[in-house]
């Protein structure tokens, strides 16, 4: 049925292309009717799937990576797709309108996109709102829910901390667990807190506010697939300090390494995150050497150009706990959510 529909889509533009999809998704979830046929055609309610993660009972191991829904605006709909986890955010303290458009690019030639959307959201309170509705009035149903937290453009790197500490104290209720961004490069400077000193300043200020909670919740860290060995090593060790419960690998790229997209189109583009097939293989060697490094106790959730069983296996046996998906629903369309399913 996707074959049908893509064409469509990718007539219109990527931002208005998403927008169309959940506008049809909304209408589609908010009748009992379709909302059980999409059910039926999505999702594989089997027990053998479940897997005990983050003292958590996922449904199933694949989930939606964060950035799909930042705002918990359609996760009504977004639950009937087979989902076992779904990411909300990436969330910050204020609401902004992120980069100027075009920020979003598709590279068909690649199975890829480029983004520097840049952190857009109707900031902490919007999200809130929507989560705690949809806790209320769906209580104990649908998938974990996962809160992805940012900064804002204007906070500098030395008031950061400030900026997490917020979204953590107003979205604790809220959510199943915490992903902490510090690795999207379309935020200037951001990417700089992933440094061995004020990452591990930031991440013990979490986990000092978390600890102080009547039951703590699973706190992770997401990170580039840009890293160099040494700091990849650095984050294990950071992570084992801090006491955090996991990493997810991996954001998107800078690089442009083996496009097969014409290189005066890339310039053309200009910069952003490169996500989908091409970051496939660097994400899988990330998620390994994490893993060697960590051991068996740190739980890590695999992401970079799944689009296939295969390339969600291929994460899973390199060392993944679960994996999660973008990208390739885009290229693929919503039943890939099943067909990783089965083969599991």
């Known amino acids: 049925m996707y074959s049908i529909f893509k064409p469509l889509l990718f007539a219109l533009s990527p931002e208005a292309a998403h927008r169309v999809t959940f506008q049809l998704l909304d209408l589609a979830a908010a009748f009992p009717p379709t909302r059980w046929l999409l059910r039926a055609m999505f999702c594989l309610p089997e027990k053998r799937l479940e897997k005990q993660v983050l003292g958590l009972n996922f449904p199933n191991a694949v989930g939606l990576a964060a950035g799909f829904d930042k705002d918990g605006k359609h996760l009504l709909g977004l639950s009937c797709l087979g989902f076992g986890f779904i990411e909300v955010g990436t969330v910050t303290p204020l609401a902004q309108e992120g980069n100027p458009r075009p920020r979003l690019f598709r590279l068909p030639q690649d199975k ?171 994400a899988t060697i990330v998620i390994r050497h994490l893993r060697e490094k960590l051991g068996k106790e740190a739980v890590i959730i695999g992401v970079g150009g799944i689009d296939s069983p295969q390339s969600a296996q291929e994460k899973l046996d390199a060392g993944a706990d679960l994996v999660q998906v973008y990208t390739g629903l885009i290229y693929e369309g919503p039943g890939l959510v099943r067909k990783i399913l089965e083969k599991l």
């Open 112 to 282: 890829a996109l480029i983004n520097r959307m840049g952190f857009n959201n109707e900031g902490l309170d919007a999200l809130v709102e929507h989560l705690s509705h949809w806790r209320k009035k769906y209580p104990g149903a649908g998938p974990i829910i996962g809160g992805n937290i940012g900064k804002n453009k204007a906070t500098p790197n030395e008031e950061a901390a400030s900026d997490y500490l917020i979204c953590f104290e107003k979205l604790f209720p809220w959510v199943d667990y915490f992903v902490v961004n510090v690795s999207s490069p379309n935020t200037p400077g951001l990417r700089e807190l992933q440094e061995k000193e004020p990452l591990t300043r930031l991440l013990n200020l979490l986990q000092e506010k978390n600890r102080a909670q009547t039951q703590p919740k699973p706190i992770l860290l997401k990170i580039a697939p840009d890293l160099t060995d040494s700091q990849l090593d650095d984050i294990a060790e950071i992570v084992r300090a801090t006491g955090l419960a996991g990493v997810i690998a991996t954001n998107t790229t800078i690089s442009r390494v083996n496009l097969n997209t014409a290189e005066s189109q890339i310039a053309e583009i200009g910069m952003g995150g490169l996500s989908g097939l091409p970051l496939c293989e660097r």
